[in-house]
Nanobody, 121 residues
Framework: QVQLVESGGGLVQAGGSLRLSCTAS????????MGWFRQAPEKEREFVGA????????DYADSVKGRFTISRQNAKNTVYLQMNSLKPEDTAVYYC??????????????WGQGTQVTVSS
C-alpha cells in the first residue's frame, strides 16, 4: 500500500502562484511515476501532468503547459506541482496519483485525498 497526502492548496488571485506537495509513504517511492489530476465542480477528473520515476521525463496537459511544473525529490518521497499564472479556470480539487506503468488512463495504483485550489478573478 502507498499513502499519498497532498498539501499546499488554498485561495489565490488570478495571476498568482501556488505550490502543491504530495508526500508518499508505505512503499518505495521511486517505483512509481507520479501524476497530478484535477476535478472541477460538475466536471470529469482530468490529467494535469506527470513525472517519470527518476524525474527526467514529464508530460503536461495542453491547458497548463508553460504555467505548471512538476518535480520530485525521491529522497523525500515527495512530488511537487508548481502552478504559476493561475487562472480562475484552474479552480479544482487537485489529486496526486501514483502509477507503476505510466498508464494514467487506466492504471493509477494509488490516489491522494485531494486538496482544493481556488483562483479568484
Amino acid at each position: 500500500q502507498v499513502q499519498l497526502v497532498e498539501s499546499g492548496g488554498g485561495l489565490v488571485q488570478a495571476g498568482g502562484s501556488l505550490r502543491l506537495s504530495c508526500t508518499a509513504s508505505g512503499r518505495t517511492f521511486s517505483d512509481y511515476a507520479m501524476g497530478w489530476f484535477r476535478q472541477a465542480p460538475e466536471k470529469e477528473r482530468e490529467f494535469v501532468g506527470a513525472i517519470s520515476w527518476t524525474g527526467v521525463g514529464t508530460d503536461y496537459a495542453d491547458s497548463v503547459k508553460g504555467r505548471f511544473t512538476i518535480s520530485r525529490q525521491n529522497a523525500k518521497n515527495t512530488v511537487y506541482l508548481q502552478m504559476n499564472s493561475l487562472k480562475p479556470e484552474d479552480t479544482a480539487v487537485y489529486y496526486c496519483a501514483a502509477s507503476r506503468t505510466w498508464d494514467w488512463g487506466t492504471r493509477v495504483d494509488y490516489w491522494g485525498q485531494g486538496t482544493q485550489v481556488t483562483v479568484s478573478s
